[in-house]
Nanobody, 120 residues
Framework: EVHLVEPGGGLVQPGGSLRLSCAGS????????LSWVRQAPGKGPEWVAS????????AYGDSVSGRFTVFRDNAKRIMYLQMNNLKSEDTAVYYC?????????????WGQGTQVTVSS
């Protein structure tokens, strides 16, 4: 059974930083492209970032490019999202997805999510 667990959310002030992690099990982690998706209250899901199975080919949504970095440790079966210079509009539930960018918005591929709140 596939499991994606995303600890690491929380409350952070504008301009601050936070690192999310996503631990995967039940599938061939090192051979799987992964993504981050977020959903703000009252809005549809938004693709945030993706990374190839070997840790290359990172790509980012326009709203986070230059501020967020996605990377992974296949030996530990963990993907990370380093978020810097956070803004209030980054407030959302963040999900890791067992999918490349093209399929990342499909809920079937998501973990349980973690809340990130950016507020002073």
């Amino acid at each position: 059974e596939v499991h994606l667990v995303e600890p690491g959310g929380g409350l952070v002030q504008p301009g601050g930083s936070l690192r999310l992690s996503c631990a995967g099990s039940g599938f061939m982690f090192s051979l799987t492209d992964l993504s981050w998706v977020r959903q703000a209250p009252g809005k549809g899901p938004e693709w945030v970032a993706s990374i190839g199975s070997g840790g290359v080919g990172a790509a980012y949504g326009d709203s986070v490019s230059g501020r967020f970095t996605v990377f992974r440790d296949n030996a530990k079966r963990i993907m990370y999202l380093q978020m810097n210079n956070l803004k209030s509009e980054d407030t959302a539930v963040y999900y890791c997805a067992k999918a490349s960018r093209g399929l990342a918005l499909m809920r079937d591929y998501w973990g349980q999510g973690t809340q990130v709140t950016v507020s002073s």
